[in-house]
Structures are given as C-alpha cells and as structure tokens.
C-alpha cells in the first residue's frame, strides 16, 4: 500500500489486489487501514518516479505500438490506435499483447479501446473487465451505466451531484445543458460531451527526443591524427550548427568512428555546463585523439550530444572590462577532468556534524 502526505494526515494513493480485497481503499486514512489491517506493507508514495516510468512507457509506446501516445496521469496512459491495429492482428490481439507486456514488467492493467479518449478512460477504469473493446458510435450507451466519477469530474462536482441525487452518468442524459451547468460546472458538461463523442477532446503526444547528430562518410578511409582531428572539426561545427537552432547546450558528446572492418572506436566527453562553444569543444575531442585505434582505416564518423539542455543566446563580452563579472570556470574544469578524471576534482561543502571530521563533504566542481 502506498500513501502520501496531504494536509495533517497521511491517506492512502494506491493499494495492491489483496488490500482492496480486505477492504482498504485509496483516499482511506492510513490510521484508518493499520486499524483494519495492522500487519500492512506501507510504504511512501514516489509520483515524480511514477510520472518519469509513465514518461518512458509513453515514448516506448511511440516507438513499438503507436504514433501518438499520452500521459494520462497519475497512473494511464492513451494511446491513438488509429489505423494501427492491423499491424498486431487486430484490437483483441493488440490488447493481449500490451497486457503480456506490462505483466512482465509487473503491472497489473485494464485495457479499454473506444472512440473517445473519455470512454475509453471510463471502461478501463470503471468496466471491471481486463479487456474492453467497444465498437465505434456506442459510447453513450457503454458509459451510461457507470459512476459518475469516470467522467474525471471534480471533487466539487461529484459532492454536488451527490446532493442532488445524482449517481450514474445516465443520470445527466435528460438534464438540458444550461442547469446542469449552473449545478455541476461547465466543465462536467465538457466532460460528459467528450466522453459521448460530441466535443474533441485532442491529447498531447509525447515527443521522443532526438538527440542532436552529425555524421561523415569519408571517401577514402582515413588512419593519421591529423586527418581524424580535420574530421572532428567539421563534425563539431556541424553539431554546434545543430545545437544554436535547437537552442540547446551540449552537456555529454559520443564520437564514434566505424572502422573499415565493421568495428567501432567511441569516445565520449563531458561538460560541465551545457555548451555549444566549438572551439573548446574541438580541444576537449583532441585530448582523445590518442585512444581511437583506426586500424585498417575509418571510413564514417558520427558525433552525437545525448545529453543536452536549454542555452539561451548569451552576449559577448563588450571587451571594456567588466570587473564585476566572475570568469567562467567551465572550460578549465572540463580540461583539467580529461587529463586527470572527472572524480579527480571537487569542492569542500560544509555540513553539520559533531565530530569535526565529517564536517565536510564533496560537492561538484561548479
């Protein structure tokens, strides 16, 4: 069982099959739980991990299943399968393979697919099947039937339907918009429009990173350190072009030169800040010349960035001496790192302690 912090008391977020068959419930007090169950496995709820794993699922799903995939927090994910499933053998086999696939990874799911992403919401969560396909047109009906918290209503809104007796979505089908508006929010009138298939309801797909790239293919195969260091030159002023119109900053590099018989040589820098400065660049590459055994010859070379961040444009120095700006110490650092290793350099923190020698501890060069 996992619980969080809300307010003055701990509440429970989400609990396993066996605790929901002993009757814990997520939005329960957890004094409440230890009392009905005192031998509970509880342990504290992680969402920023959990949303980085939805993260990944999503863009694993843009890359095996789907061309559009979405977060749908705190803990689904929505798929556009339009014009996908054939690939798989159809909706049924589709949902039997992404079922095998999360339970390998230890999830238990429920699957819904339907015309609308508020149906199909509402019949994954709310169905109680493992699997629900439902044809394409028949989301009033389907959803008529279930609370009206699959409508993902706000709790304001589902208190003041309970005050007026309203427990199923059927039950708003007859109410005309305008008071039910005025009673429930405009936005339970969205939802419910949305789910039944009469207002869009578009998703934000997530966009899998492509890491910035510039690639040679060398005409004859190259071997000298001078041939190899005018290769990575050009690759670094492709790659910074890259960067500047990305607006990014390069923070880790991999230069990776194919050898005339299929194998590889790689070689990797990293910065302490995100740069996009190529001729610092080209002599933090040129300190690693020497490892890259060329062999019989290279005939492609690739630098990629795999780590970048946001650089904005920066000014220049107006060269008139600005005494109150503090030299930038990144470039310095990174050198010294490749000469003597990047765990090689550090600051002395302060920290609290009683004995004298633990006062102290490592913290990053910058």
């Known amino acids: ?38 031998d509970l496995d509880v342990r504290d709820a992680e969402p920023d991990k959990d949303r980085a794993f939805l993260d990944q699922l ?13 977060v749908a927090a ?3 994910l929505w798929l556009d399968l339009t014009g996908t499933t054939h690939l798989f053998g159809g909706e049924a086999r589709f949902c039997r393979r992404l079922l095998a696939f999360l339970r390998r990874l230890g999830f238990t799911a429920t699957v819904a697919i339907a015309g609308t992403p508020g ?14 396909i439902l044809p394409e047109g028949l989301e009033t009906q389907a959803i008529a039937d279930l609370p009206l918290s699959a409508l993902r209503l706000t709790s304001e809104a589902l208190t003041a339907a309970g005050r007026f007796g309203l427990e199923r979505i059927a039950d708003l089908y007859p ?4 008071p039910l508006a005025k009673r429930l929010g405009i936005h339970t009138v969205e939802r419910l429009d949305q789910a039944r298939g009469s207002l869009a309801e578009p998703i934000t797909p997530v966009i899998p990173f492509e890491a910035p790239l510039a690639e040679r293919q060398l005409l004859e195969p190259i071997g000298t350190a001078e041939s190899i260091s005018q290769v990575i030159a050009d690759l670094v002023d492709d790659l910074v072009g890259v960067l500047q119109a990305r607006g990014l900053g390069l ?18 820098i990293g910065t302490a800040r995100a740069t996009r400065d190529a001729k610092h660049l080209k002599r933090m590459l040129g300190m690693r010349i020497e490892r890259i055994d060329p062999g019989l010859g290279i005939e492609a070379m690739s630098l990629a960035a795999p780590r970048v961040e946001a650089l904005a444009p920066q000014a220049l120095d107006s060269g008139f001496g600005e005494e109150g700006r503090a030299p930038d110490l ?8 490749g000469r003597v290793g990047e765990q090689a350099l550090f600051r002395l923190g302060a920290v609290e302690s009683d004995v004298p020698e633990r006062g102290f501890c490592r913290l990053d060069p910058l």
């Open 251 to 268: 923070r880790t590099a991999i230069l990776t030169c194919l050898v005339v018989d299929g194998g590889e040589q790689r070689i990797g």
């Open 119 to 132: 149906a199909a919401h509402a019949l994954a969560r709310y169905s109680g099947e493992a699997v629900t």
């Open 330 to 337: 990144a470039p310095l650092v990174d050198q010294l790192g």
């Open 1 to 38: 069982m996992l619980i969080t912090r809300i307010g003055q008391r701990d509440v429970v977020t989400s609990a396993c099959r066996q605790a929901l068959d002993l009757g814990l419930r997520p939005g329960m007090a957890t004094a409440h739980a230890r009392a009905l169950v005192p």
């Open 175 to 178: 109410m005309p918009r305008g």
């Open 58 to 70: 999503a863009l694993h799903a843009v890359a095996r299943w789907t061309p559009s995939a979405c």
């Open 74 to 76: 705190p803990d689904a």
